[in-house]
């Protein structure tokens, strides 16, 4: 536990509490959240082929990507809300940039 306080810069076992419900939070918020957005847009799981197994595959491809960068709107807004917004702002930032987004932030 010290060693991941020492990683994170963080100083009490309390924040480390609220950082893990704010990353399971988060997961769990974006799958919820990318299926209603497809079926916003009209690409429900039933607008795929349903004969061949890469309507399937392209319908949960396409969420997937979508799950992405709701990912990473909720994990910094959740972040806000539990009070860890500069934790998770800085930690969002280190994520991206070592994705190739590094551009972004200079």
């Known amino acids: 536990m ?11 076992n309390w924040q ?6 704010v990353f399971g939070l988060t997961g769990s918020s974006s799958v ?3 299926k209603p957005v497809l079926e916003l847009v009209g690409l429900d799981r039933t607008a795929f082929s349903q004969d061949f197994w890469w ?3 392209f319908y949960y491809a396409l969420r997937l990507i979508l799950i992405f960068p709701f990912y990473q709107i909720l994990l910094v807004a959740f972040g806000w809300l539990f009070g860890q917004f500069r934790f998770f702002w800085e930690f969002e930032k280190a994520m991206l940039s070592r994705m190739g987004f590094s551009k972004f932030f200079k």
């Open 16 to 21: 480390i509490v609220v950082i893990f419900i």
């Open 32 to 34: 919820f959240v990318a």
């Open 2 to 12: 010290e060693k991941l306080k020492d990683r994170w810069g963080i100083s009490s």
């Open 55 to 57: 309507g399937g595959f």
